[in-house]
């Protein structure tokens, strides 16, 4: 089995680590997703992929938050460590708005 292009840290934050693969993050099946990449992070505009082997071709890594293997349920607040070494804060209360996305911390690293 090849690593996987993230990690996941506590209760809600998961750790981008690899440059070439951007993270689409899924939140169950009434939030919207977000997409990670080594530059950033927004909310994800496109077709979401039916199943992690489109998203591959996509260069994606699907992160579905509500699995068992990541955090077993939906999350309000999550928490994403990025490879430019910021850290965002995207709060799914707020996805209607311009608070949805936050840097939370600018230098985790």
Known sequence: MTEKPFLVSGR???IHKVRKWDLLIINGDDNPPVLVTYKGI?????KTPDNK????????EM???TSSDIFGDEKTLVFIQTINGKEYKIDYSKAD?????????????
């Open 63 to 65: 992160v579905d938050i």
């Open 97 to 109: 708005s311009s608070m949805f996305i936050k840097v939370h911390l600018d230098s985790a690293f």
């Open 42 to 46: 927004k909310r994800y505009e496109g």
């Open 12 to 14: 809600n934050t998961i």
């Open 53 to 60: 082997r489109e998203a591959k071709m996509m260069d994606m």
